[in-house]
């Protein structure tokens, strides 16, 4: 997360242990996207991603937590509240 910070970066991951570690550093950036499709394939994972970028964008530049499911997305910006 540090480097992502850094270097003005989107962390994308699955890994859901990012909502925490944002909460408890109070930082507005890095913004994550956490992608919720246990079980797809990466390439799958990707499409998802890329085919919600356009609606996620503006917020991730101010710094927000993106989780995107198959059939939702839901957006908090940063910091996140515990």
Request: aromatic fraction near 2%.
């Amino acid at each position: 997360m540090l480097a992502a910070k850094r270097e003005g970066r989107v962390l994308i991951s699955a890994d859901t242990d990012f909502g925490e570690l944002l909460a408890r550093s109070g930082d507005v950036l890095p913004s994550v996207v956490l992608l919720r499709r246990a079980g797809k394939a990466p390439e799958e994972q990707s499409e998802l991603l890329v085919n919600n970028l356009p609606v996620i964008e503006p917020e991730l530049k101010d710094g927000a937590f993106a989780t995107i499911t198959e059939d939702r997305i839901r957006i908090r910006p940063l910091p996140l509240r515990r």
